[in-house]
Every structure is written in structure tokens, then in C-alpha cells.
């Protein structure tokens, strides 16, 4: 049975296509209309039937959500940590290339710095 306060969707009519995806709040408990037909008043609205309405648990649907921001939220900072080893790693390359030292003497400390941010990298994944 709904009630007041019920969050609903429409759902296998006409009315469902058009307003595919909208929760409506029951304005009132079902009642049985002049026909005898189960009802309830939908805010914004009006009255539709039962039959073709289904309950949903937007608290249960937010908690879901929620969840997976938090895990987005995460998976953020991740990448905004890598983002800045990368960030560091290609200014001491770029730095290293500038100065006027010997090429292997270049090649073996970006190769240095490679390594270094391999496992900078390595850590960040196993933090997870």
C-alpha cells in the first residue's frame, strides 16, 4: 500500500515513456477513486493508479551513490598523486636536458630519475 510521503516511478504505460526516470512523491495513502480503481494523488501531478506505480528507496539509492563517490573521491587522489610525480619527474628531465653536461652523463641521471619514478608509481598502486 502507498502513502504519503512514498517516493514512486511510473512504470508500462504511456505515462511511464514520457516521464521516463522521474520519482514522484504521494501526496496522500491510495485510495479507490468514483470507479473503484486504486490511486494515489502524485504531487505535481495528479492522480494515477497503483497498478501502474512502483515504490522506490531513495535513501537506498542515495547511499549507493554516495558509496561510489566516495570511491571516485579516492580514485581522484590517486591520480591527482600520479599526475604530480609525473608532473616532477618530466621538470628534472627537462632540467637535466638543459644543463650543459655530457649526453651520458644526461642519459644516466634521467634514467635515474626513471627508475625513480617507476617506483614512486609502484608505491602508489600498492597503497591501494
Do not use: P
Amino acid at each position: 500500500m502507498l502513502k504519503k510521503g512514498d517516493r514512486v516511478v511510473m512504470h508500462s504505460n504511456l505515462q511511464a515513456r514520457i516521464n521516463s526516470g522521474v520519482i514522484w512523491t504521494c501526496e496522500c495513502d491510495e485510495f479507490l477513486d468514483y470507479r473503484g480503481n486504486t490511486v494515489v494523488r502524485l504531487k505535481e501531478f495528479g492522480d494515477f493508479y497503483t497498478a501502474f506505480l512502483q515504490k522506490v528507496d531513495v535513501e537506498g539509492m542515495l547511499g549507493v551513490a554516495l558509496k561510489r563517490a566516495d570511491r571516485l573521491q579516492e580514485e581522484n587522489e590517486r591520480l591527482q598523486a600520479e599526475l604530480e610525480l609525473c608532473r616532477e619527474y618530466f621538470k628534472k628531465v627537462h632540467d637535466e636536458l638543459e644543463k650543459e653536461d655530457s649526453a651520458d652523463e644526461s642519459v644516466d641521471n634521467i634514467l635515474r630519475l626513471n627508475t625513480q619514478l617507476l617506483i614512486s608509481l609502484a608505491a602508489l598502486e600498492a597503497a591501494e
